[in-house]
């Protein structure tokens, strides 16, 4: 069956620039997470979503980021102005239920940021 | 602070080997511990694990908790080349929606 995916796999960006990133989570999934992996560094929590809502945005890093899910399924995290230090791996997850344990990873995306 | 140690950080070891994977935590209002396998970018799931003593196993691996002293460890027995990747491990509190996460070991299986 389908898993998780997300696009881009690789995204190379300037500077200052704005990046949308994709998730597509498994169908039926109420709940949606966002990871960061950073080189050198554990997995950072960034959001996450219980059907359309994000009761707990506290992860995100700065007012750059944001995150909508609209359907209760595809959720796109965007990134203003974007920094060198934003360059990561983008690692969306979905689960059945809110806070499940079995959490489901997509690929990730790739950011870099020149 | 709420944080999760995993030790080593890397570690080489030849196919056949028995290896045992730390992770100690502090975190406010423990739930649970989970164990993750990572390889190229996505982590996959292992165990997870609430109660202290139990062990968890699956095939070669298993794993147990010890929420007396906050720790838990991994172990891999007759390792392959396959069991090569980062070991993830993730404490989730029952307040919030989030999980901390340590920064992994490296595993490295070699023939």
């Known amino acids: 069956g389908a898993g998780v995916s997300q696009s881009p796999s690789n995204k190379v960006t300037e500077k200052g620039k704005d990046v949308e990133l994709r998730c597509d989570p498994i169908?039926?999934?109420?709940?949606l997470y966002w990871y960061r992996q950073s080189l050198g560094q554990g997995l950072e929590f960034l959001i996450y979503f219980q059907g359309n809502s994000a009761p707990d945005k506290s992860g995100l890093p700065s007012d750059r980021f944001s995150a909508e899910r609209t359907g209760g399924s595809v959720s796109t995290l965007t990134i203003q102005r974007t920094q060198q230090e934003d360059s990561a791996v983008y690692l969306c997850?979905?689960?059945?239920?809110?806070?499940?344990?079995?959490?489901?990873f997509g690929p990730g995306t790739r950011l870099t940021v020149t | 602070e709420d944080k999760v140690v995993q030790s080593p950080l890397s570690l080489v070891v030849h196919e056949g080997d028995t290896v045992t994977l730390n992770c100690s935590y502090e975190v406010t209002n423990f739930r649970s511990l989970l164990w993750y396998k990572q390889e190229k970018k996505a982590p996959t799931f292992l165990f997870m694990l609430t109660s202290s003593g139990i062990e968890k196993k699956s095939g070669r691996l298993s794993s147990i908790l010890d929420k007396k002293e906050l720790f838990s460890i991994l172990n891999i027995t007759a390792t392959q080349t396959g069991d090569s990747a980062i070991y993830l491990c993730a404490v989730e509190p029952n307040t919030g929606n989030q999980f901390y996460f340590g920064t992994g070991t490296s595993l490295t299986v070699i023939p």
């Open positions: 169908s039926g999934h109420t709940a």
């Open positions: 997850a979905s689960s059945l239920y809110q806070l499940s344990y079995e959490q489901y």
